[in-house]
């Protein structure tokens, strides 16, 4: 058999790099209908951020600088050694890389990162409060995070001078609460007993000048976590080269990425959720996530797993909703400042058992490649265990899964995958603003 010459051998891999690079060109070609989508989802299509009606110190500098302090103090806990700041991890896109996260207790949940929080209307994974203020005040006294009382934290503003001075000079005089007996040192709605049975004897006028200095307390930290805003990533720069030019993005996105990005906005349908510029629609979807009480640890013998107690379901939306429309801190409450007609996201939210039921907020894909374990308690350690899931469609345990099997091929879930890096880029916050002031 006659050796083909160096000559040929050329001739096939220079035809061959032809095609290859012809590949690479059609897989760089988008149509205006794409482009379209890719706009929506760029970056620089993220609105003015709007003003919050239920908390009318929002945008104020100083208030936010003052809830700096509070995000990172751990001196409110019950221990003294729990703060915001250690489940939402500036290092960790502000997150903590736990399953299921860690006060001065065990949470049933992860901690979400909270780049870019301030656009949604709804917060936790059941969108159990409606405002970012709310929000970080149900840490502070779960019994699992931060342990404490309302009371407690008060205290801690009221004999702490800077603090107090802080405090009085953004909100106005703080209540004396210099008589014990009045003001107890710790009490609280909160599951001890004690100090909720101090609370329930304190008088109905104490009760509201504590509660009242705990809002504000929510509101500085609020203020503070509407800065935390994530900032471009490859994706952004690679939507950007297309907009302004009739030619690719170059090199930005490799061709796997590429490949993925035509994926993700078409066959595997990721956009029906996640969409927008912070690729989520902010809304609640039951995706048939494996719920942990059904997970048997390996570790037991069978014959324990049927004798082991069973936690109940987590029902999600469901009884997030109900908790939201029964808060003293909703929309509609009180210490809100919003007005007659602001509140129609409380007003109109969904409570059908079939919407709800077993249905989770869908998060945010930004830094998604950089805040494993995933979904709302930790259940998959990594994004192929995602993608994997989202590609069967398995059965729900609670509810009704909304999903429809994908059957992408391996290589396809891959390149999905390999989009889903290009989303990463650093916190868009000064350096100043990512660490105990």
Known sequence: ????????????????????????VESQVWSETDIALLRLHWIGSLPELQDDPTNKYADNPAVAKFGQKLFFDT?????????????????????????????????SRSAPSILGIAYSPWFF????SDSLWSQALAPLESAVEHGGDRS??????????????????????????????????????????????????????DRRAITRVFVNI???????????????SRFDQYVEALLNSESAGGNILTNDEVAGLKLFIGKAMCITCHQG??????????????????????????????LKDKPALDEGRYKGIRQVLQSEFNCLNEYSDAKEGDCAELKFASTKHTATLGAFKVPSLRNVAETAPYMHSGQ?????????????????????????????????????????HSLSSPPGVAADLLKKP
Not at 395 to 406: C, M, Q, S, T
Request: proline fraction near 7%; charged fraction near 20%; hydrophobic fraction near 40%.
């Open 1 to 24: 058999m006659k050796k083909p010459t160096i000559g040929k051998l050329c001739f096939v891999f220079w035809s061959c790099c032809l095609v290859v690079n012809a590949q690479a």
């Open 75 to 107: 001196r409110f806990s019950a221990n003294g050694k729990v703060a915001c700041a250690s489940c939402h991890v500036p290092e960790k896109y502000f997150t903590d890389g736990l399953a299921k996260s860690k006060g001065v207790g065990e949470a």
């Open 125 to 128: 994974w059941d969108g159990r």
């Open 152 to 205: 407690q934290y008060v205290r801690i503003i009221y004999n702490d001078d800077s603090y107090k001075k802080a405090y009085e000079s953004l909100f106005g005089e703080l209540p004396d609460i210099s008589d014990s007996r009045s003001f107890p040192l710790t009490a609280g709605p909160v599951a001890d007993q004690a100090s909720n049975e101090r609370w329930q004897g304190m008088s109905e006028k």
């Open 218 to 232: 929510g509101k500085a930290i609020a203020a503070y976590a509407r800065l935390l805003m994530p900032t471009a």
């Open 277 to 306: 510029p912070l690729f989520t629609n902010n809304s609640f979807h039951n995706v048939g996530t494996p719920d942990p009480a059904t997970i048997k640890p390996k570790y037991l013998p069978p014959i324990l797993h049927v």
């Open 380 to 420: 998959f350690s990594s994004l192929a265990e995602v993608l994997e899931h989202y590609n069967t469609a398995p059965r729900a345990h609670i509810g009704h899964n909304e999903l429809l099997p994908l059957n992408l091929k391996q290589r396809e879930l891959e390149q999905i995958e390999a989009f889903l």
